[in-house]
């Protein structure tokens, strides 16, 4: 099982990139699992989404 810290890094690198099918069960298992790492990939989500909305309003 994935710790903490890896997960991390593959949630960040899921933001860039597709994960491998190994890669995403692993994830997937620890997400289940883990309410910390839960929080942080909403977290994640948030920033991301909040990014796009700030660079949209610039565009405009």
Not at 35 to 43: D, E, I, L, W
Request: with cysteine.
């Amino acid at each position: 099982m994935l710790k903490c810290k890896e997960a991390c890094v593959l949630l960040s690198e899921r933001q860039d990139r597709k994960l491998d099918f190994t890669e995403n069960i692993s994830l997937l298992v620890h997400l289940l699992l883990c309410p910390h790492c839960r929080r942080y990939r909403k977290q994640l989500i948030f920033i991301r989404k909040n990014m796009q909305r700030w660079q949209d309003n610039i565009k405009r």
